[in-house]
Nanobody, 121 residues
Framework: QVQLVESGGGLVQAGGSLRLSCAAS????????MGWYRQTPGKERELVAT???????NYADSVKGRFTISRDNTKNTVSLQINSLKPEDAAVYLC???????????????WGRGAQVTVSS
């Protein structure tokens, strides 16, 4: 089994900052891409940022310059630094990882349960 657990969500004033973290654990052999998506009621899940195991990053246009994704391959963690929060950033933020489990041949996608980010104006 593989588990992804997010932490760091909460209520933040517009213009403020927040850091989300996600730790992957379980029978992990290796992790390929990791990332963050977000979802609000009635909307499709939206890609926020991804990072490869080599450190290459990709961001949604709406968060470029304000969000920074990073990872620690030794700890199987991925983080998202969120600055200059806007009301439209409020969402449940979900951690994502492509994991190859021990004794498995292929990578599979795993998701965390999500961390709520609420922005007050």
């Amino acid at each position: 089994q593989v588990q992804l657990v997010e932490s760091g969500g909460g209520l933040v004033q517009a213009g403020g900052s927040l850091r989300l973290s996600c730790a992957a654990s379980g029978s992990i052999f290796s992790i390929n891409a990791m990332g963050w998506y977000r979802q609000t009621p009635g909307k499709e899940r939206e890609l926020v940022a991804t990072i490869s195991n080599g450190g290459n990053t990709n961001y949604a246009d709406s968060v470029k310059g304000r969000f920074t994704i990073s990872r620690d391959n030794t700890k199987n963690t991925v983080s998202l630094q969120i600055n200059s929060l806007k009301p439209e950033d409020a969402a449940v933020y979900l951690c994502y990882a492509e994991v190859k489990r021990v004794s498995y041949r292929h990578y599979m996608a795993y998701w965390g349960r999500g961390a709520q980010v609420t922005v007050s104006s």
